[in-house]
């Protein structure tokens, strides 16, 4: 399997070189060449096994045999046994036809845990075979920062610098972090807001000399083995809803969109879907793209669900890509003058993209509204990002038959405060994580400077 960028003019990689690569070298992202397509009978053949096999299944030909079988299967296997519901990602039933899938099982109780747990594996993997040892560098004010920590703690070959904004990540969230005291973590304080700890990241990719040679690794969700892993899940809850004897649609809560691609790759490998909706916060930058034509940034707003509040949605790119019928010129043409001034889609494109996607966008106050609205009807307590996915899924069904299949991205007690604001009287963490406040933490602090962070980036890797 060879990977492409989305803009054309960068050179196409093997699978491991695009799992240790990041961005394109034309600031584009890579997808495989051609899809892999799971038929008819393959997928029926998925029914009844285990998570971890069905991974196995998925993932295999974007593997494209760089690593021997046993090994991933041992990979795979080791990712999900993190998990602490047998299911992995178990379904849901909320009424008739709506079902969530929790994908909030993993050590950090958010969906990124899927992904990253089998990344940090892949990575170690490969690092060990050419005898490297590479760094991982990141800035989170949430939860990519903990679910990164959580896949790399156990790499020999990895040493994890996590950048957060002192003093202004909620309490569970650092704790997450900085009580992994294991000695290829280092998480780093900055004296700053996020932005101060992302522009030191940005710096520090784009001119790596105070790394002395070593290798820098982005696990963003431009890094294509996270969307890879993604694609799992779809598979597996289409499976066990009657796929691929009938079709099912999927709500997404969405922001960087790397999610709802690899939702969509799940479509294009063969899995029957009927409806994909978007569900955005205020910041909704993909509702305004589709529902009125308008590509363009707007301020950020601090939302209930923090983990959406984003400006620029990067893996929309992937998607564009392919309503441009695989015309990186055209992408980039886009993508450049987005960067510059608001901007529309093409027609054509776009009336592709309406045949498949809705959106729908959900304020703060309708989020509260949601949590209660969902508790009553349902039992079911949401976490304040999966509350837009479910209230979008509610607004913007095209039909009552088809099972709805609404992702439920966080645990809400990762997500207390929310749920609290909407007149609950708290969510107690989960039996495995009750002692996480009384657990011992570790953290340096560092003024907002360049210098100051990559010698000390310099000074602590192994
Ligand atoms: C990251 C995140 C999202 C958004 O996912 P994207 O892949 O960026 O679209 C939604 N909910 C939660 C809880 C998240 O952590």
Known sequence: MRYISTRGQAPALSFEEVVLTGMAVDGGLYVPETVPQLSHEELAAMAGLSYAEIAFRVMKPFVGGEIDDDTFRGLVRDAYATFSHDAVVPLNQLDANHFLLELFHGPTLAFKDVALQLLGRILDHFLAKRGERAVIMGATSGDTGSAAIEGCRHCDHLDIFILHPHNRVSEVQRRQMTSVLADNVFNIAIEGNFDDAQAMVKASFADQAFLNGARLVAVNSINWARIMAQIVYYV????????????????????????????????????????????????????????????????????????????????????????????????????????????????????????????????????????????????ALLDPHTATGYRAAERARADAVTPMITLATAHPAKFAEAVVRAGFSGVPLPPHMDDLLEREERYTVLPAELKAVQSFIADNRR
């Open 236 to 379: 597996a809850a289409g499976v066990a809803l009657g796929a691929p004897h009938r079709e099912v649609s999927f709500c997404v809560p969405s922001a960087n969109f790397g999610n709802l691609f690899a939702g969509y790759m799940a479509y294009k490998m063969g899995l029957p879907v009927k409806q994909f909706i978007i569900a955005t916060n205020a910041n909704d930058i993909l509702h305004r793209t589709l529902a009125d034509n308008d590509f363009s940034k707007r301020e950020l707003a601090a939302t209930l669900a923090p983990s959406m509040d984003i400006v620029v949605s990067s893996n929309f790119e992937r998607l564009l890509f392919d309503a441009y019928d695989r015309d990186g010129n055209a992408v980039r043409e886009l993508l450049e003058r987005f960067q510059q001034e608001p901007a529309v889609l093409a027609e054509a494109p776009l009336a592709k993209l309406r045949e498949k996607f809705s959106s729908f966008s959900v304020d703060d106050d309708t989020i509260l509204e949601t949590i209660r609205d969902a508790h009553h009807r349902t039992k």
